[in-house]
């Protein structure tokens, strides 16, 4: 008897164990995975939109241009991925002259949530020169939206993203490291788990107390 209830009592175990593993493995898997999205705007509080011009004196102008939807894994062994927020092009001669700047990222996985980067753009456009010194120069260069970071990746100086000149090509990516902790069980399976253990340790009492009278 006694060994019947020991078989009786490693397999509720095993079996208890592996939905809690595979329960817990599934809730790793969902944290590890991010899926945002940006929007950017120029001005004193602007409303971030998917697409949007500012112009300086002459002809120049930056455009921004958004980052869609888009699922990273950061499952990496260095622990974070590199992502795209967006780009600014340049285009045309002239000065910018201290335009605000709000980058924002929109996030849906693992959880619903928004961050601002603030920044200040300014420096000048030269017409045909790889000297242009147009650049954002940014407040804040890392977020938080539930347990992901985001940090600004291709910066100068720890916080000045400066902008490649018409002369070679006018497009500057915006980057960050995108990092998210593993994610701790759900409260639903330690509940499960424990109430899994202890109802097979009841059973497991019962029998030998039978077994003994």
Do not use: W
Not at 79 to 99: E, K, P, Y
């Amino acid at each position: 008897m006694k060994s019947r209830t020991s078989r009786v009592f490693r397999v509720l175990a095993l079996g208890i164990t592996a939905l809690a593993f595979t329960a817990l493995g599934q809730s790793v898997a969902r944290a590890e995975m991010v899926t945002f999205s940006t929007t950017g705007c120029f001005g004193a509080a602007c409303t971030p939109v998917a697409t949007q011009t500012t112009f300086g004196s002459g002809t120049a102008q930056a455009t921004f241009l958004q980052q869609v939807s888009t699922t990273v894994n950061t499952s990496t062994p260095s622990g974070f991925t590199v992502a795209d927020l967006g780009t600014i092009t340049l285009s045309g001669t002239g000065t910018f002259t201290s335009t605000p700047f709000t980058l924002r990222v929109s996030q849906t996985a693992p959880t619903v949530g928004s961050g601002d980067f603030f920044g200040t753009l300014s420096g000048t456009i030269i017409m045909g020169s790889t000297g242009s010194d147009a650049r954002i120069v940014f407040s804040n260069t890392s977020l938080m939206i539930g347990s992901v970071t985001y940090q600004l990746a291709n910066l100068t100086f720890g916080n000045t993203l400066f902008l490649d000149p018409t002369a070679t090509g006018g497009i500057t990516k915006i980057t960050a490291l995108i990092s998210a902790p593993a994610a701790v069980p759900e409260p639903a399976t330690m509940i499960l788990l424990g109430t899994g253990l202890a109802g097979a340790a009841g059973a497991a009492r019962r029998r030998r107390r039978e077994h003994n009278q």
